[in-house]
């Protein structure tokens, strides 16, 4: 499947609103930032261990929203459906041409 910090990333990007305001600052930090488990617990002044077990849980409700809603399964689907119908269109310029935008705008949907 995907690499385990862009599903992360991609899982943020979908649910991230349904987190509370600590796990998505620690998220934040620890993917979107490269931060390390010991520089955000500096910085939040608490322990490495606090911070590692907030971001396994907020990992795991991330996880679990996925697995109920599967928005993000979802989106890679229509992701690959669209790659495949602009592909099968390189013999069709003009019609490509035509179908394009709506392809993308379908894929931005989310």
């Known amino acids: ?27 934040e930090l620890y993917y979107h930032d490269d931060w390390s488990l010991g520089e955000i617990a500096e910085h939040q002044g608490v322990s490495r261990q606090a911070v590692f077990e907030a971001i396994k849980r ?16 979802k989106h890679l ?11 099968r269109l390189e013999e069709m310029p003009e019609a490509r041409a035509i179908v394009k935008p709506f392809v993308s705008e379908l894929v931005d949907i989310d």
């Open 77 to 87: 689907k229509r992701q690959k459906i669209a790659e495949e119908l602009l592909q």
């Open 58 to 73: 907020a990992q795991a409700t991330l996880t679990d929203l996925e697995e109920k809603l599967g928005l993000l399964q």
């Open 1 to 27: 499947m995907l690499e385990q910090t862009t599903e992360m990333n991609l899982l943020y990007d979908f649910y991230g609103l349904l987190l509370t305001e600590r796990q998505r600052t620690l998220l």
